[in-house]
């Protein structure tokens, strides 16, 4: 009940490339429905580990980061209240093991509410 199949999947990177990104699901069979489940690969479990570290920061303006990996390379994206918080995301992301280098992308926007 269980087949591995290659997905293929495209991934957007800030510089509006896109990259294939390999990865493998299995068929699983639950309750009598069959679904397809994606395998754990690298890169989502480091992201996976970022998204978790910016949520447990405590600063609601980092739940709402958008993450990238690629083959360890992480990109930061979206917009933040200040530069302190740009600079907590940095901090939390480059303290993970996994990451080779990080492009902190962030926008400091003072008219965002900080929700502290």
Known sequence: MLAGNPVL???MLPDLFILPVKTKERMVKLQGETRS???PNP?????ARIRRALRNSGYAPL???RVV???G???LEGEVPTYFLKQVAQTR???LDGVKTLTNELV???NIEPHF
């Open 9 to 11: 999947f495209f991934v």
């Open 37 to 39: 489940v994606l395998l």
């Open 43 to 47: 890169d989502n479990q480091l992201m």
């Open 63 to 65: 739940f709402r980061v």
């Open 69 to 71: 990996v690629d083959q």
């Open 73 to 75: 390379a992480v990109f």
């Open 93 to 95: 992301v480059l303290s």
């Open 108 to 110: 400091v926007e003072r």
